[in-house]
């Protein structure tokens, strides 16, 4: 057989369905290979948003996504990706050509050394030099991709070993269960949570990454511990729950931080240190129980007492099986703080003042979306009131990006998210600098016939970093721009362009598009003068007076 038929078999033995890309001429016995298996091609426009797409696609799954590039150029443009990926502990397996091997007659024309550049980013980084070996580097490539903690994998099948025949036969998928966390682990782990006066509940990416939400939500109703989350771990138990505290989307001095300053201990369930600390450890402060596949990377603000290693669901139903409960145990200093929290979060969800606020978005779209519909957010200022405001009823259900935090993200991940979930609604929320970093993603969408959403927040400006900018008290220089007409832009895709000029017109035009076919694109003119007011100096300044 073919090495590039054998790769593709190699792919369809692991349940690849679709590989998101763009081939170049490095990839043709490939892509000839491709024509006719079960595994569909997404064309994109970008190598990047074609690496987002396939991380996108892992996350969700929990299976990894697949990228398709050509050599040089096309592989470079996967950087991003593969970062996003690998910091974000999504499953990726990008696929790129590169030119022959033993004899080329190109001198080093588009050649760069993609394995090397790949390796600090990815768990695995390798170049097929013999198409016998294309078995077991598949199989590797996609057991290491999954691996607690998940990553991204880079395999670069040169042009003449993709020609060349081989008669190699491909090995059985075999998954491995996870290991669970040692007894002596679990019972220290239940020592202190029950010496423990004042213990909260922390919840993070890793938790999102597996079905954990029922051991955890059944831990919490049999301790009545408080909760809270990190950006990554959003949704994991329904955020409507009683014992929610909210979503630490900054790492000090939210209203929110009040019940952590207060807190003797901190179960840590699935967090890492690659997302932003959602809090601080001090020397001689608070204790952290670190519950996770892996135990704690330590560093100057997070250095765990204890790590308890295992499958998560696994290790938290076990806890809670063991714990005894104090029934006097008074938790009411985290009820007062979550009543506090609750009404400065929602303060401005009526505020119909336009350009609009971004905590007015936050409550219409959760008015509008039900439990199982998906917001992707790219990155800006806005995530921050997202992830503090936005109530999440499902695990998985807002992807935002809290690890390599990059623009460009947002529109790629929500069609991988659409894509997969046809049946459900799909929001992606982007500003006007990062959306214009994928925007070509547009005829890509439309080509698919894909039913999105996508929201555009205008303010002409990289806002988050004039954010930090006058909070640091410099002048304002530097990071404002002109955007296209939006509308114009959408519709020569073949997507339908939207500019309402109030609260209520974004209202009804909000609602038309989530309720029609075809890719609306809304340019929404956004308020951010409370950005500073607000996150800059009123939570510096508000002590926890509860
Ligand atoms: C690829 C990339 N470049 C730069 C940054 C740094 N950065 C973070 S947010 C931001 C501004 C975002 O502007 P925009 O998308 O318009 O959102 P806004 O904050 O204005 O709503 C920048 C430049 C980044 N995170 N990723
Ligand atoms: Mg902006």
Same mark, same amino acid.
């Given at each position: 057989m073919k090495s590039s038929d054998l790769m593709v078999k190699a792919l369809e033995n692991e349940g690849v369905e679709c590989i998101f890309g763009i081939p170049g001429e490095e990839n043709l016995d490939f892509l000839n290979s491709l024509n006719g298996s079960s595994i569909k091609l997404v064309l994109t426009r970008h190598e990047q948003a074609a690496g987002f797409m396939a991380a996108s696609y892992g996350r969700l799954t929990g299976k990894p996504g697949v990228c398709l590039s050509t050599l040089g150029p096309g592989a470079t443009n996967f950087v991003t990706a593969a970062a996003y990926a690998q910091l974000g502990a999504m499953p990726l397996v990008m696929l790129a050509g590169q030119k022959p091997i033993k004899k080329s007659k190109q001198g080093r024309f588009q050649i760069v050394d993609v394995v090397g550049l790949m390796r600090p980013i990815t768990k695995y980084s390798v170049q097929v030099v013999d198409g016998g070996n294309i078995p077991s580097i598949v199989r590797d490539a996609f057991r290491i991709a999954i691996e607690e903690r998940p990553g991204a994998v880079y395999i670069e099948l040169p042009e003449d070993i993709a020609e060349e025949q081989t008669d190699a036969s491909l090995f059985d998928v075999v998954g491995s269960r996870r290991p669970h966390a040692d007894i002596v682990a679990i019972d220290q782990a239940v020592a202190m949570i029950e010496a423990a006066q004042m213990p909260l509940l922390l919840i993070g990416a890793g938790a999102n990454r597996k079905?954990?939400?029922?051991?955890?939500?059944?831990?919490?109703?049999?301790?009545?511990?408080?909760?809270?989350?990190?950006?990554?771990?959003?949704?994991?138990?329904?955020?409507?729950?009683?014992?929610?505290?909210?979503?630490?989307?900054?790492?000090?001095?939210?209203?929110?931080?009040?019940?952590?300053?207060?807190?003797?201990?901190?179960?840590?369930?699935?967090?890492?240190?690659?997302?932003?600390?959602?809090?601080?450890?001090?020397?001689?402060?608070?204790?952290?129980?670190?519950?996770?596949?892996?135990?704690?990377?330590?560093?100057?603000?997070?250095?765990?007492? *204890?790590?308890?290693?295992?499958?998560?669901?696994?290790? &938290? @139903?076990?806890?809670?099986?063991?714990? =005894? +409960?104090?029934?006097?145990?008074?938790?009411?200093?985290?009820?007062?703080?979550?009543?506090?929290?609750?009404?400065?979060?929602?303060?401005?969800?009526?505020?119909?003042?336009?350009?609009?606020?971004?905590?007015?978005?936050?409550?219409?779209?959760?008015?509008?979306?039900?439990?199982?519909?998906?917001?992707?957010?790219?990155?800006?200022?806005?995530?921050?009131?997202?992830?503090?405001?936005?109530?999440?009823?499902?695990?998985?259900?807002?992807?935002?990006?809290?690890?390599?935090?990059?623009?460009?993200?947002?529109?790629?991940?929500?069609?991988?998210?659409?894509?997969?979930?046809?049946?459900?609604?799909?929001?992606?929320?982007?500003?006007?600098?990062?959306? *214009?970093?994928?925007?070509?993603?547009?005829?890509?969408? &439309? @080509?698919?016939?894909?039913?999105?959403? =996508? +929201?555009?927040?205008?303010?002409?400006?990289?806002g988050m970093i004039k954010w930090k900018q006058e909070g640091m008290g410099f002048e304002n220089f530097g990071l404002d721009f002109n955007n296209p007409d939006f509308v114009k832009y959408a519709d020569s895709f073949g997507a339908i362009g939207h500019r309402p000029e109030s609260a209520e017109e974004f209202h009804a035009v909000l609602s038309e598009s989530l309720n029609s076919s075809g890719v609306h694109v809304i340019d929404l003119p956004v308020d951010y003068s409370l950005n500073h007011s607000i996150l800059n100096v009123l939570l510096k300044e508000s002590a926890c007076l509860i």
């Open positions: 079905a954990t939400g029922r051991a955890l939500k059944e831990f919490v109703d049999k301790t009545g511990i408080y909760f809270f989350n990190t950006q990554l771990g959003k949704g994991v138990i329904d955020e409507r729950h009683e014992r929610f505290l909210g979503t630490a989307a900054l790492s000090d001095h939210d209203f929110l931080h009040c019940a952590i300053d207060r807190a003797d201990l901190i179960i840590n369930v699935g967090h890492d240190v690659i997302e932003k600390p959602p809090f601080f450890m001090e020397k001689g402060g608070k204790k952290v129980i670190h519950v996770n596949f892996f135990a704690a990377h330590v560093d100057d603000v997070y250095f765990p007492q *204890l790590n308890v290693v295992g499958d998560i669901s696994s290790s &938290v @139903r076990n806890i809670a099986r063991k714990i =005894v +409960i104090d029934a006097d145990q008074d938790f009411s200093y985290f009820a007062r703080v979550k009543r506090e929290v609750e009404s400065h979060l929602s303060k401005y969800f009526e505020d119909d003042r336009f350009p609009l606020l971004p905590q007015r978005l936050v409550s219409m779209l959760r008015e509008q979306l039900a439990g199982e519909d998906i917001i992707t957010l790219d990155n800006g200022v806005y995530k921050i009131w997202f992830a503090r405001n936005y109530k999440c009823y499902q695990a998985n259900t807002m992807l935002l990006d809290n690890a390599l935090a990059t623009m460009g993200a947002g529109l790629p991940s929500a069609m991988a998210a659409k894509l997969l979930n046809p049946d459900r609604k799909v929001v992606s929320v982007n500003g006007d600098g990062g959306f *214009l970093m994928n925007s070509q993603e547009l005829e890509t969408a &439309v @080509r698919m016939k894909l039913d999105l959403v =996508v +929201i555009i927040l205008n303010d002409s400006a990289y």
